[in-house]
Nanobody
């Protein structure tokens, strides 16, 4: 079966950095677009970043210039490098995979989801 497993979350101070990883198994990784979403307590899940099959990228305005998504098809892994972290970046971060040909910021078009990893940014 398909599995997406996130790792790399943790607690950092504002201005710090973290790199999240999402390892996939059970699917042909290279044909899937990949995305990161996040969900803060009491809020809806929101889009963060997207990587297409040709490594084109798309970002939410709130993270543009601070976060970078990348994928390594040989390792079936997608990454999210997060720099200049802010307290408002605190959330559970999820990776998602879908057969998409253009960037999508809505959750219901993705086929598979990971369980999430907690990121906490303190001021």
């Amino acid at each position: 079966q398909v599995q997406l497993v996130e790792s790399g979350g943790g607690s950092v101070q504002a201005g710090g950095s973290l790199r999240l990883s999402c390892a996939a198994s059970g699917l042909t990784f290279s044909v899937y677009a990949l995305a990161w979403f996040r969900q803060a307590p009491g809020k809806e899940r929101e889009f963060v970043a997207w990587s297409g099959t040709t490594s084109t990228t798309y970002y939410a305005d709130s993270v543009k210039g601070r976060f970078a998504i990348s994928r390594e098809n040989a390792k079936n892994t997608v990454y999210l490098q997060m720099n200049s972290l802010k307290p408002e970046d605190t959330a559970v971060y999820y990776c998602a995979a879908g057969r998409l040909w253009k960037a999508a910021s809505v959750t219901n078009v993705y086929d598979y989801w990971g369980q999430g990893t907690q990121v906490t940014v303190s001021s």
